[in-house]
């Protein structure tokens, strides 16, 4: 009878596990002994400085959090913020309010231009930038407002 390899000595497989889930593959890697050292040892160095930066990237990045000390805008500030945008680009602010949305604040101010469209913005409590703003027919944007 033949000796054949087993399904998982099979080099096919083995670049399958260092792709998909290495550190099988790391160990069938050296287990077997398919490639010779020097690519064996290659193959390692890069999975450990692979691994090595995805850690340092975790450990460094930060991701963001309404509970970090980074001051809140207040309504008042995007209010006043957004009157000088809208003066800047000839529109007249006519309502404000806030809402909240996935538990953040968010600042909604409704606007008309001088050619007749209304516009709907946003500024978030956490920086004094308008995020979005969606203008169209009055009475569309007036039902948009009142559901918000």
Do not use: H
């Amino acid at each position: 009878m033949q000796n054949q390899q087993k399904w998982y000595q099979k080099q096919v497989t083995v670049v399958l596990f260092l792709i998909f889930f290495f550190p099988v593959g790391l160990f069938l890697m050296w287990k077997y002994s398919l490639w010779s050292q020097t690519t064996r040892v290659v193959v390692s160095v890069f999975f450990s400085l692979l691994i090595l930066g995805n850690l340092s990237k975790e450990s460094t990045s930060k991701p963001f959090s309404s509970t970090d000390n980074a001051k809140k805008i207040t309504f008042d500030e995007a209010k006043q913020f957004m009157e000088t945008r809208l003066s800047n680009v000839n529109q007249t602010l006519m309502a404000s309010k806030t809402v909240f949305f996935d538990g953040k604040k968010v600042y909604m101010f409704m606007s008309v231009a001088e050619d007749g469209s209304t516009c709907i913005s946003g500024i978030s409590e956490f920086q004094l930038e308008v995020m979005s703003t969606d203008c169209g027919n009055t009475e569309m944007k007036i039902q948009e407002w009142n559901n918000l």
